[in-house]
């Protein structure tokens, strides 16, 4: 009796249950499902070491399915080896082959699509949006390396999810950083879901392709579980990673499945019992006498981990000897310094202080000034090259290892990444992304480089409640000056969660003594005044500065309110506003939806406070300074200035 045999027949088995649990749902995908149906079963049966019971060990090997549609096939083998399910380990209970017809239920567990954060702790990431698993693999790999873990991790892409330019950012960056614990795994059954891949996705070309990048590549039947088992045993420490190419059939097994285009569609429960009589013809065929499968493996050990230390013990340095150890002592004599600079050396002491703090930056750590931490610790920094969506992806793979990782480049081209964010945020990432050269400010290099959009996506984000229900799913932090970056850049590292914070190309003044208070949802009152308060964040508050004292020339008296934090106290900012005229004006070097949308929120909810958004009016373009650049988009001093006397003649 051969160990095929027995591989067939647990592949039969599941497969039946991926067709059932997809019926009772009514959507779903048991084509694809059923052409993994065979190289899941020899993963997660025979090749992964791992304990299903405990799939938080830290040594245990690790399954990411970036084509998240065929999941049904996992949660069968899950539900089959009774794996652990639940949020924590306290409410953990082994997952039953009856559970799974609770398939995108919304009680249920089992999404869609893979989906941690909703109870299934297998997986380390929410995956679905095609192109970002090996990404998420490579960053699992590289926490594996600095915590001396033997895991490995297997990566399941479809073909025609092979289009995405992601895919090969990933397969780059991992031979790059020869992360050979990642095999990547691609199921070429040569059908998207509307019609075939096309010839560039064929097996064929995707070995050649592989082979190109540095990968070992092995192509193989994806259906014979001894020519699986060969490829597999081909991946072996500190040689060139792994690819295998598995030509697969969709919908393997069940004739109605491979009739035309059953992407994405179940069958109907009359047809189910069809599908089955197709795949006990498969096992008369292929799994006669087959004997149970043994159970997978066990994990190995760990050698020493990384230590992880609580963020919120920790005593930091004060902000002039975090800045003098970043090698800023002239521009504190100066008393100016830019809060990317600043940024620079609270990184490096937050790495310091924290040993699982890591770094990631796309080729711009000289401008970003996360050179700082690599300099000092060169061992967590991870170079990504201009690749921000693969390194997004690769740091929420870091986080699901334990790490926290920083991810540094320009506002601008964070948005590429936009998508690569959101689904970090669905997994509940401990993800600190930093956006450097914001806004407008930076003039010369004009609009390419410029983020315009990236406080609207983020105030999005941020206006979303965290599980815990008290804290967003997201927080936005904007420093004005070095003092507030150092601050911001250690509630950063203080949440367990998501956090965006801008910092800006120009140097500025200080405008906070160096042991300000900085808090979540916080603001401060930078100037007093009782006509109007005027409202910011980040460089802008140098600008709004100025427009006060022109006002004050004037004789009004406008307050500055530093707006660093989104979300922000909305009942003292109300309170804050009733004392100064119950007018605001919020100005923000960006376009609408940010800043001025969230303070426009709290004083609808409130009802008696006036609201004017004044943000960039019309498309930037290159200019030779930031006053410049200001004034052609209608948010230099003068206008701010103008625009609040506008809103002292209105009536009240």
């Given at each position: 009796m051969t160990t095929a045999a027995a591989v067939h027949a647990k592949a039969i088995a599941l497969g039946k249950l991926c067709v059932r649990m997809t019926a009772r749902a009514g959507s779903g995908h048991p084509s694809s499902g059923l052409s993994l149906a065979h190289l899941v079963t020899q993963l997660m049966y025979r090749e992964m070491r791992y304990d299903p019971a405990d799939p938080w060990d830290a040594a245990a090997d690790r399954l990411v399915l970036s084509e998240g549609h065929a999941v049904p096939i996992v949660y069968a083998a899950l539900a089959d080896l009774g794996a652990a399910v639940g949020r924590t380990r306290a409410e953990a209970r082994?997952?039953?082959?009856?559970?799974?017809?609770?398939?995108?239920?919304?009680?249920?567990?089992?999404?869609?699509?893979?989906?941690?954060?909703?109870?299934?702790?297998f997986f380390d990431a929410a995956t679905g949006s095609l192109g970002q698993g090996l990404s998420v693999a490579a960053g699992l790999a590289a926490g594996a390396r600095l915590d001396n873990s033997p895991r490995r991790v297997f990566c399941i892409i479809g073909d025609g999810e092979s289009r995405e330019g992601q895919v090969w950012e990933a397969l780059d960056?991992?031979?790059?950083?020869?992360?050979?614990?990642?095999?990547?795994?691609?199921?070429?059954?040569?059908?998207?879901?509307?019609?075939?891949?096309?010839?560039?996705?064929?097996?064929?070309?995707?070995?050649?392709?592989?082979?190109?990048?540095?990968?070992?590549?092995?192509?193989?039947?994806?259906?014979?579980?001894?020519?699986?088992a060969g490829a597999l045993a081909e991946m072996k420490a500190g040689l060139p990673p792994l690819a295998i190419v598995a030509r697969t059939v969709k919908g393997w097994g069940v004739d109605e499945l491979q009739k035309g285009?059953?992407?994405?569609?179940?069958?109907?429960?009359?047809?189910?019992?069809?599908?089955?009589?197709?795949?006990?013809?498969?096992?008369?065929?292929?799994?006669?006498?087959?004997?149970?499968?043994?159970?997978?493996?066990?994990?190995?050990?760990?050698?020493?981990?990384?230590?992880?230390?609580?963020?919120?013990?920790?005593?930091?340095?004060?902000?002039?000897?975090?800045?003098?150890?970043?090698?800023?002592?002239?521009?504190?004599?100066?008393n100016e310094?830019?809060?990317?600079?600043?940024?620079?050396?609270?990184?490096?002491?937050?790495?310091?202080?924290?040993?699982?703090?890591?770094?990631?930056?796309?080729?711009?750590?000289?401008?970003?000034?996360?050179?700082?931490?690599?300099?000092?610790?060169?061992?967590?920094?991870?170079?990504?090259?201009?690749?921000?969506?693969?390194?997004?992806?690769v740091a929420a793979g870091l986080s699901a290892a334990g790490f926290v990782p920083f991810v540094n480049t320009f506002s601008k081209f964070v948005a590429r990444a936009y998508d690569q964010i959101e689904m970090a945020n669905i997994s509940r990432a401990n993800l600190k992304i930093v956006g450097s050269h914001s806004g407008i400010s930076l003039a010369a290099?004009?609009?390419?480089?410029?983020?315009?959009?990236?406080?609207?996506?983020?105030?999005?984000?941020?206006?979303?409640?965290?599980?815990?229900?008290?804290?967003?799913q997201c927080w936005l932090y904007q420093p004005a000056d070095a003092v507030a970056a150092y601050h911001c850049t250690r509630l950063l590292t203080i949440h367990g969660g998501m956090c965006y914070?801008?910092?800006?190309?120009?140097?500025?003044?200080?405008?906070?003594?160096?042991?300000?208070?900085?808090?979540?949802?916080?603001?401060?009152?930078?100037?007093?005044?009782?006509?109007?308060?005027?409202?910011?964040?980040?460089?802008?508050?140098?600008?709004?500065?100025?427009?006060?004292?022109m006002l004050a020339r004037q004789g009004r008296r406008a307050a500055l309110v530093d707006v660093y934090c989104l979300p922000t106290d909305a009942v003292r900012l109300a309170d804050t506003l009733r004392k100064t005229?119950?007018?605001?004006?919020?100005?923000?070097?960006?376009?609408?939806?940010?800043?001025?949308?969230?303070?426009?929120a709290i004083a609808a909810a409130h009802g008696d406070l006036r609201v004017a958004n004044l943000f960039c009016q019309r498309m930037p373009k290159s200019a030779r300074t930031p006053e410049e650049i200001l004034d052609y988009c209608g948010v230099g001093a003068r206008q701010i200035a103008d625009q609040a006397l506008a809103l002292l003649r209105r009536p009240a």
């Amino acid at each position: 009796m051969t160990t095929a045999a027995a591989v067939h027949a647990k592949a039969i088995a599941l497969g039946k249950l991926c067709v059932r649990m997809t019926a009772r749902a009514g959507s779903g995908h048991p084509s694809s499902g059923l052409s993994l149906a065979h190289l899941v079963t020899q993963l997660m049966y025979r090749e992964m070491r791992y304990d299903p019971a405990d799939p938080w060990d830290a040594a245990a090997d690790r399954l990411v399915l970036s084509e998240g549609h065929a999941v049904p096939i996992v949660y069968a083998a899950l539900a089959d080896l009774g794996a652990a399910v639940g949020r924590t380990r306290a409410e953990a209970r082994p997952l039953t082959p009856a559970d799974v017809d609770g398939l995108r239920d919304l009680p249920s567990l089992l999404d869609g699509h893979p989906n941690p954060a909703e109870g299934v702790p297998f997986f380390d990431a929410a995956t679905g949006s095609l192109g970002q698993g090996l990404s998420v693999a490579a960053g699992l790999a590289a926490g594996a390396r600095l915590d001396n873990s033997p895991r490995r991790v297997f990566c399941i892409i479809g073909d025609g999810e092979s289009r995405e330019g992601q895919v090969w950012e990933a397969l780059d960056f991992i031979v790059d950083h020869k992360l050979s614990a990642v095999c990547a795994i691609f199921n070429a059954n040569g059908q998207g879901q509307t019609s075939y891949v096309s010839a560039q996705q064929s097996a064929e070309r995707l070995a050649a392709k592989l082979a190109a990048f540095g990968w070992k590549t092995v192509t193989i039947d994806g259906h014979d579980p001894d020519a699986i088992a060969g490829a597999l045993a081909e991946m072996k420490a500190g040689l060139p990673p792994l690819a295998i190419v598995a030509r697969t059939v969709k919908g393997w097994g069940v004739d109605e499945l491979q009739k035309g285009n059953w992407h994405g569609k179940p069958l109907s429960d009359d047809h189910v019992a069809a599908a089955d009589a197709d795949l006990d013809r498969q096992a008369e065929k292929l799994a006669k006498g087959a004997s149970e499968l043994a159970r997978p493996p066990a994990a190995g050990k760990c050698g020493k981990r990384v230590e992880r230390r609580d963020p919120r013990e920790v005593k930091w340095p004060s902000f002039s000897e975090a800045m003098r150890a970043g090698g800023f002592e002239k521009a504190l004599a100066k008393n100016e310094l830019g809060t990317r600079k600043a940024y620079g050396a609270a990184l490096r002491t937050a790495g310091d202080l924290l040993p699982q703090v890591v770094v990631l930056d796309g080729d711009v750590s000289n401008s970003t000034f996360s050179e700082l931490f690599a300099k000092a610790h060169a061992d967590r920094f991870f170079e990504c090259k201009i690749a921000e969506q693969n390194m997004v992806s690769v740091a929420a793979g870091l986080s699901a290892a334990g790490f926290v990782p920083f991810v540094n480049t320009f506002s601008k081209f964070v948005a590429r990444a936009y998508d690569q964010i959101e689904m970090a945020n669905i997994s509940r990432a401990n993800l600190k992304i930093v956006g450097s050269h914001s806004g407008i400010s930076l003039a010369a290099d004009g609009p390419s480089q410029m983020s315009l959009l990236d406080v609207a996506y983020f105030h999005s984000l941020a206006s979303v409640r965290g599980d815990d229900r008290q804290s967003p799913q997201c927080w936005l932090y904007q420093p004005a000056d070095a003092v507030a970056a150092y601050h911001c850049t250690r509630l950063l590292t203080i949440h367990g969660g998501m956090c965006y914070m801008r910092t800006h190309r120009p140097d500025v003044p200080l405008l906070y003594p160096h042991d300000a208070v900085f808090e979540p949802r916080g603001f401060n009152v930078l100037a007093q005044g009782d006509d109007l308060a005027i409202i910011s964040g980040g460089y802008m508050v140098h600008v709004a500065r100025q427009a006060v004292e022109m006002l004050a020339r004037q004789g009004r008296r406008a307050a500055l309110v530093d707006v660093y934090c989104l979300p922000t106290d909305a009942v003292r900012l109300a309170d804050t506003l009733r004392k100064t005229g119950r007018r605001a004006l919020v100005v923000e070097d960006n376009y609408g939806g940010g800043l001025g949308a969230a303070v426009s929120a709290i004083a609808a909810a409130h009802g008696d406070l006036r609201v004017a958004n004044l943000f960039c009016q019309r498309m930037p373009k290159s200019a030779r300074t930031p006053e410049e650049i200001l004034d052609y988009c209608g948010v230099g001093a003068r206008q701010i200035a103008d625009q609040a006397l506008a809103l002292l003649r209105r009536p009240a």
